[in-house]
């Protein structure tokens, strides 16, 4: 332990070994002792070398250290001295690193969470043989070796994934000792070797809610030095950055927000935004997330500043710059359009876009501050009616009131506030004139003379001021704001040609397109008259009222074919690419109304005086200047300094779009243009022609679209019918099985009245005579009943043979045999029934005598006997019996007539179904022969189309091989597919 000693801070007793060689031995004291404390007084002892002996230390444990991790994490305190030197190894961070140092020198091994991670490197010193191990401070090369140095061990450390798998299963250690070295020893490799360390924990499970965690301890100095990791963390990887959304990470950063005091919290809060920036930028995902969470209605407690009387702390203005970038982030231009005004409207309705303008009229707030307010509020209400319309609804709380906007075109236009402001002020009102007319038209009404107020200053005097101050900057910032006031709007265009200004006494006044070409003429700085000339080209594109107004000027053409054909300087060359398409605009929307400046004799003009090359050559310059694709990248002007301030970003689309097509139209020749004016003539002619096709042909859709419902109505209602017929043939069967039932059952009842009446018996002696009787009277009972069968089968046969009559096979109801045969039938059958009756008339006389009979027996064998009188009493109930059972049969034929007369009825009604169904077939084979028709109609008049399309490619061929740009009919395409759906359809 004697070397352990010295060193620890013993006092040397001898020649001491190098550091080399002391570092050797802890290494193979940390690989070979058995006993734990030893082991941990090595790693303690190599902990203080790391510093001075970065290299050596680096090169010789690490894989000792490695191993004290992997076997030996029961002990938290050898696992803290291990995870301290290696961050000491990686670390980049020297001022740091010697303030440990010095701590451990002194014997101290107790961890301050106050470090700075800031702080540059120092002299380490020279070591005992004589080598220094660092570079000073200021000696940048010694820095960036120490760098790479620290990226080096990094990249060997990593290439074991293990071994960031272990540190991040060390970070589930409470202890203060392991977790906090830990913590920062994962945000040092990640410092080195991001991607590489991103990779590694992206894969590994739980790796990412293990490192969320941090922000839940309880200990600031681990959860602040975990905030830093997670910043390092989440950088340019979208995927780890979905997973830290999704873990919960925003309310945990919220919540530290509003613990810390919002804007007015310390350093922890900068942090918390910087890692939100780094979710939510250019990550969509996340921020839909942030906003369905409802998070964006937390944010507005943030900008409320208090009393502006207290002051402003470096720390507060960096948290609410940050605060304000956040928002930005959630609306920026970039975004998806859906995504940004969903935002807007959420900012909205939350309050927090009333908060920024609250601040943005607030006094007191510094420069920074407040121009960072007004680009946010810029791209909150960029594109959004409603937002659009509450800005203009802002007054600054001045004496009197003033909106909003004119305070800060007064800010714009004066040339004492910062250049960075101005700009700021520019933005915001192209904001809020972006995609919004109604307020361009409240701009623009400012200006006319029936609504100018002189006792108040407008937002259109304001601009006219800055138009024609001695500031260029003025100048230019006017110029594109009044532009802003004219795109896409055709309507303002022409409202603004009515501007008349008074430019001296006793002088008429002139109007303000006169006036801006006059201020062109006067030769003034470089920035004004791009300014000018980026308005002219605004205001008079695609209005060819302004055009005419431009022209009727006799001097306006002579200055502009002077100015491009010039040899001028470098700077100048950009007013002569705007010139050139100031001409160009002129030439391309020219009515023909000035007989002096037709399309033709301007391109003639530019051919003798420029050269068709030439022109072509400067307008083509515009879109080569360097400024010009700095402006084209976004909307928001981003100047370093107010000699870059040339162009707009509204203007850059207008000259990319403007410049193919003017350079066609000075190309083509009068032969040309009459030719194309010809091809004009002819295709509006077979538009005509096309639109009455087509309005023929959607008449036709009509009509067939209207039959095919009435087909469709038909088809229901026979199929209604067809249920209702099933319905009713099913109904009557089941009549008919009732029917039958009822007729079996009647049958049944007679046999056992029968079967009952041979069954009695007479108690005691009966005569002979008696018995014969009886035998007699049942006989006749038979005879009666197979007479009444006998008759209910005539009767059925008869009322067949009727219902026949009345309703004869189809094809021989007029047949007269057939119904000669039936009388004669029907006449023979009458026959039969009257012999019938009669029969049955004689035997019921037969059975009255035999009954008398019967009783005179009875009566004369024994007056007082039982046995006769119960015999008499028998017959009696058998002739009650009998006359029942006569009755209904009476009873169900009359039930038999009224089945009949109800299948007659039905028959009737299925005969009046077939013939309706009859007349709906003729029906539907009228509506499909005229259908056929409209069919063959309709093929010819596809036909037609046909030959008219082969004329119309024929037309577009030529004025294609003329150089003229053909724009394809996509409606008239459309329009034809739909028609061949129609026809597959109706095929």
């Not at 209604?720 to 009549?735: C, G, K, M, V, W």
């Amino acid at each position: 332990m004697n070397f352990l000693r010295g060193v620890m801070g013993g006092q040397p007793t001898g020649p001491q070994p190098s550091g080399a060689e002391t570092i050797q031995k802890l290494c193979d004291r940390v690989a070979s002792s058995t006993l734990l404390e030893d082991r941990r007084d090595a790693v303690r002892a190599l902990k203080a070398l790391s510093k001075k002996y970065r290299l050596e230390v680096a090169s010789q444990a690490m894989s000792h250290l490695i191993h004290i991790l992997q076997t030996d994490s029961s002990d938290s305190e050898i696992i803290g001295y291990t995870l301290d030197t290696l961050y000491n190894i990686f670390s980049n961070d020297e001022e740091e690193e010697q303030d440990e140092s010095e701590e451990s020198s002194h014997g101290s091994e107790e961890i301050h969470p106050g470090l700075n991670f800031h702080l540059i490197l120092t002299d380490g010193g020279p070591s005992s043989s004589g080598k220094q191990s660092s570079k000073p401070a200021h000696d940048e090369n010694g820095q960036k070796q120490a760098d790479d140095l620290g990226c080096q061990f990094t990249e060997i450390f990593i290439k074991e994934p293990e071994n960031v798998t272990l540190l991040l299963s060390l970070l589930e250690e409470f202890d203060f000792h392991v977790r906090w070295p830990g913590v920062k020893l994962l945000t040092a490799l990640l410092k080195n070797q991001c991607s590489q360390v991103q990779a590694v924990i992206l894969v590994s499970p739980m790796g990412v809610s293990r490192l969320m965690d941090l922000l839940a301890d309880t200990r600031e100095v681990i959860r602040n030095d975990g905030l830093l990791l997670l910043q390092h963390l989440t950088k340019c990887n979208a995927a780890i950055q979905k997973i830290v959304a999704f873990e919960n990470a925003f309310e945990r950063l919220l919540d530290i927000i509003t613990e810390e005091g919002n804007s007015d919290g310390g350093i922890v809060v900068e942090d918390c935004l910087l890692l939100l920036l780094n979710l939510l930028k250019n990550n969509s995902s996340n921020q839909n997330f942030f906003k369905e969470g409802s998070y964006i209605q937390r944010m507005k407690p943030w900008f409320e500043v208090g009393d502006e009387n207290l002051g402003w702390s470096a720390q507060k203005v960096t948290n609410l710059h940050l605060m304000l970038q956040l928002v930005r982030v959630m609306v920026s231009p970039v975004n998806p359009p859906g995504a940004t005004s969903s935002c807007q409207k959420s900012m909205y309705h939350c309050g927090l876009l009333q908060q920024l303008c609250t601040i943005l009229m607030a006094t007191g707030v510094p420069a920074d501050i407040l121009t960072e307010t007004i680009n946010t509020v810029s791209e909150v209400i960029r594109g959004s009616q409603v937002n659009q319309d509450y800005f203009a609804s802002v007054n600054a709380p001045s004496n009197p009131p003033r909106p909003a906007i004119v305070v800060l075109l007064m800010s714009m236009v004066n040339e004492r506030q910062p250049f960075v402001l101005r700009c700021a002020v520019l933005y915001c009102f192209q904001c809020f004139l972006y995609k919004n007319q109604k307020g361009q038209g409240e701009i623009v009404a400012t200006l006319l003379p029936s609504t100018i107020d002189a006792n108040s200053i407008s937002a259109g005097q304001l601009l006219c001021g800055g138009l024609f101050s001695t500031d260029s900057v003025s100048n230019w910032c006017a110029a594109v704001a009044l532009a802003h006031a004219l795109q896409d709007n055709m309507t303002q265009k022409e409202q603004l040609l009515r501007v008349q200004l008074a430019t001296s006494l006793g002088n008429p006044p002139v109007s303000l397109l006169q006036q801006c070409t006059n201020i062109l003429s006067q030769g003034s700085k470089v920035q004004t008259r791009v300014g000018l000339l980026m308005l002219l080209c605004t205001w008079i594109n695609n209005c060819p009222i302004a055009v005419t107004h431009f022209l009727h000027n006799q001097a306006n053409i002579p200055f502009l074919t002077g100015q491009i054909s010039e040899n001028l300087e470098e700077d100048e060359q950009l007013v002569q690419g705007l010139c050139a398409l100031l001409l160009g605009i002129c030439i391309y929307y020219n009515d023909n109304s000035l007989e002096n400046y037709t399309k033709e004799k301007l391109k003639q003009l530019i051919e003798k005086r420029i050269g068709k090359e030439n022109f072509v050559e400067k307008l083509g310059s515009i879109c080569k200047h360097e400024l010009y694709s700095r402006a084209a990248q976004k909307p928001q002007p981003v100047f370093s300094s107010p000699d870059q301030m040339l162009f707009d970003h509204e203007f850059t689309k207008l000259v990319k779009e403007l410049e193919a097509v003017i350079t066609k139209a000075v190309h083509k020749s009068s032969e040309e243009e009459k030719k194309e004016e010809e091809v004009k003539k002819t295709l509006e002619q077979h538009d005509s022609i096309v639109t009455q096709y087509k309005e023929l042909i959607r008449e036709q859709d009509t009509q067939i679209n209207e039959l095919k419902t009435q087909v469709s109505s038909m088809k229901t209602q026979n199929e209604q019918l067809q249920a209702s017929l099933t319905q009713q043939l099913s109904q009557l069967q089941q009549h008919k099985d009732q029917y039958n039932v009822l007729k079996l059952k009647l049958g049944k009842d007679s046999q056992q009245h029968d079967a009952h009446g041979e069954g009695a018996q007479v108690n005691g002696v009966q005569s002979e005579e008696l018995s014969r009787l009886w035998e007699e009277l049942e006989e006749l009972k038979k005879q009666h009943g197979v007479l009444q069968g006998q008759l209910t089968e005539k009767d059925s046969l008869i009322e067949k043979m009727k219902s026949e009559g009345a309703h004869p096979v189809e094809g021989t109801a007029g047949s007269s045999e057939n119904n000669s045969e039936l009388q004669k039938e029907l006449e023979t059958l009458r026959a039969q029934v009257q012999s019938q009756s009669a029969e049955i008339s004689q035997l019921q006389a037969e059975r009255q005598e035999l009954l008398k009979k019967a009783e005179t027996l009875g009566m004369a064998s024994a007056p007082g006997n039982a046995d006769g009188s119960a015999a008499a009493a028998k017959i009696t109930e058998l002739e009650k019996r009998l006359s029942e059972v006569t009755a209904e049969t009476e009873k169900i034929k009359e039930e038999g007539k009224i089945w009949s007369n109800l299948k007659v009825d039905l028959e009737q009604q299925v005969a009046t179904a077939n013939s309706s169904v009859a007349i709906l077939q003729n029906e539907k084979s009228k509506l499909q022969q005229e259908v056929a028709e409209s069919k063959k109609e309709q093929d010819d008049l596809l036909m037609l189309l046909a030959d008219q399309d082969q004329k119309i490619k024929s037309l577009k061929e030529k004025l294609k091989e003329l150089g003229e740009p053909i724009e394809e009919d996509d409606d008239l395409d459309t329009r034809d597919q739909y028609d061949d759906e129609d026809d597959e359809d109706d095929d």
